[in-house]
C-alpha cells in the first residue's frame, strides 16, 4: 500500500493545505487521523487518493509544515 495520508500539527495547516491542493485541482479530503497515528497530532490529516507526491511537494514548497505520512486503507 503507498502512503496516501498526510498528518498535521495543527487542524490550521490541515485546512490551509487542503485549500492549497484544490487550487491545484487535487482532492484532498480532511479526516480525523486513525488513534493509532495520533502522536503529537492535532488529529486531523488530508488523505489523498491521486498525485501524493506532488501535493506532498506542494505542502513542503509553500513551507506548511508535516508530522508525516502514512498509508491507510479507507474504502
Known amino acids: 500500500m503507498k502512503n496516501n495520508l498526510i498528518m498535521f500539527s495543527s487542524v490550521t ?3 490551509k493545505s487542503r485549500d492549497l491542493l484544490k ?3 487535487i482532492d484532498a479530503r480532511m479526516i480525523r487521523t486513525p488513534i493509532h497515528l495520533r502522536n503529537k497530532s492535532c488529529g486531523y490529516s488530508l488523505l489523498i487518493t491521486k498525485d501524493f507526491e506532488k501535493s506532498l511537494e506542494i505542502i513542503k514548497k509553500n513551507n506548511i509544515g508535516i508530522l508525516g505520512v502514512s498509508a491507510v486503507d479507507f474504502r
Open 13 to 15: 495547516h490541515a485546512i
Open 23 to 25: 487550487k491545484y485541482g
